[in-house]
């Protein structure tokens, strides 16, 4: 191969190409051709006398000898590329793109009040916010930083614990002047519940549980719509338009200006939810020692800490529930 920045552009090549796995990501990654992604990368891989991609229907992937050239270089390439920014003082103006998957309502109810502050503060860094739900091959793939809720299965990702969100029943005032607002958790049985399926295994979280005190309830909740996990807005649109009652993600109360209006009236306040979903920060270990990674994590970090605080009482996330781990389409249905 030609000079030293050459082989060091196609080493950024071919690691933007297996994360997106296809020429034409790296491409769109770097902001360059599709024939200059390939060249380069079939350089490199004369140059190395091994292949490096294999071409397949479903795009490219990587031959057992790329896999472990790319675990060996991505490292030193992400240092030099550090290294390359202390030197040319471009510290104090980071810039480049921050792949981040993140689940709808994360970014719905907490990245969309807080990002202009972050773009303000980083102009040079560029945002590509993806849909995420689980952490699956496909969905973390050229993805630097996932933000997910609930209890994710990851055994290759650095994970950190942000925080946690818990649940408000409510309903508009209208359903609550026609069916009566409930005392105690038992009567929401004769209530329509609208319901959420999980993300992580497709079961209606139909099972709402209650504590208060050393007391606890188990209602299950059935009512005329069970939306995705996905489409919580579209459960809680109905909920404001008086179909039924819903379990709202306490970042509603918070943020929308419906609760503020009362266009959303909470029920139950004195009993609290035992399941208590954590917010995890997941990342592959090598993309702390990039800048721009590294100062959006430890923005997004800061970002729930903030939210933690402004909560009165400490709220700490519960272990894995059994329905989760059940294997049944309704988590009312495990005992």
């Known amino acids: 191969m030609g000079d030293d920045m050459d082989k060091l552009r196609a080493l950024e090549y071919f690691i933007a190409a297996a994360d997106g796995a296809s020429l034409s990501a790296a491409a ?28 397949r229907a479903q795009g490219i992937v990587l031959t057992a000898a790329g896999s472990a050239y790319l675990e060996s270089c991505r490292p030193l390439v ?7 920014d202390v030197a040319s003082g471009a510290m104090s103006r980071v810039r480049g793109t921050v792949v981040v998957g993140v689940q709808p309502v994360i970014a719905q109810e907490c990245l969309t009040p807080a990002l202009p502050r972050f773009l303000a503060a980083h102009p040079e860094v560029q945002l590509d916010v993806r849909y995420f739900m689980q952490p699956t091959e496909e969905q973390v793939r050229g993805v630097d930083v996932m933000l997910v809720v609930g209890w994710p299965k990851v055994d290759d990702f650095v994970q950190r614990r942000l925080g946690a ?40 979280m139909d099972l709402w549980r209650f504590q208060r005190g050393d007391e606890e309830v188990a209602v ?44 959303l009236v909470p029920a139950l306040r004195d009993w609290v939810s035992p399941e208590v979903p954590p ?19 430890d923005w997004v970090v800061q970002l729930f800490a903030e939210i933690e605080h402004q909560r009165h009482v400490p709220l700490g996330a519960s272990g894995v529930p059994r329905w989760l781990t059940a294997k049944r389409p309704r988590a009312s249905a495990v005992p």
């Open 28 to 55: 769109r990654h770097h902001g360059v051709s599709v024939a200059a992604v390939a060249k380069l990368v079939g350089a490199l891989e004369m140059t190395l006398k091994i292949k490096l991609l294999e071409r």
């Open 78 to 84: 992400a240092a030099l590329t550090e290294a390359d």
């Open 165 to 204: 969100v818990s649940y408000v029943v409510c309903a508009a005032p209208s359903y609550w002047a026609e069916h009566g607002v409930p005392r105690h958790p038992s009567e929401l049985a004769r209530h329509n519940c609208l319901c959420v399926r999980s993300a992580q295994t497709g079961a209606v």
């Open 279 to 297: 917010v995890t920060l997941l990342h592959p270990p090598s993309v702390r020692r990039v800048q721009r990674v590294r100062l959006f994590i």
């Open 220 to 263: 299950t909740a059935r009512g005329t719509v069970v939306v995705d996990n996905v489409h919580r807005d579209l459960l809680r649109d109905l909920v404001v338009a008086g179909v039924g009652v819903g379990r709202i993600l306490e970042w509603d109360t918070q943020y929308d200006a419906r609760f503020a209006a009362g266009a």
